[in-house]
């Protein structure tokens, strides 16, 4: 597991069906060798891949659940 520079582990959080809370600052490199950097003291890293700013959430699994919900609803009522 990385340790920060000041030699404490750094924590990651997994949020049920949501991101990955990191504490930062990361820096975060894709599957193509790009990186993105981030300076916040806490990093939502999305583990669903609908952000549109991946790697980094932007909420979007939020939308996913929703629409699970709604689809759940319109199943129960045919
Ligand atoms: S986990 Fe939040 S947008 Fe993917």
């Known amino acids: 597991m990385p340790k920060a520079s000041n030699g404490d ?3 990651i959080t997994f949020v049920p069906q949501g991101p990955a809370l990191v504490e ?3 820096e ?3 599957e ?3 990186s993105v950097c981030s300076d916040r003291f806490l990093v ?3 583990l669903c ?3 549109k700013t991946y790697p980094l959430c932007d909420t979007s ?3 996913r659940r929703r629409r699970t919900d709604e689809s759940t609803h319109g199943e ?3």
């Open 49 to 51: 891949r609908r952000s």
């Open 28 to 30: 975060l490199v894709r």
């Open 32 to 34: 193509d060798g790009t």
């Open 24 to 26: 930062g600052p990361v």
């Open 76 to 78: 129960r009522g045919q």
């Open 61 to 63: 699994h939020r939308k």
């Open 9 to 11: 582990r750094r924590r």
């Open 44 to 46: 939502a890293v999305c």
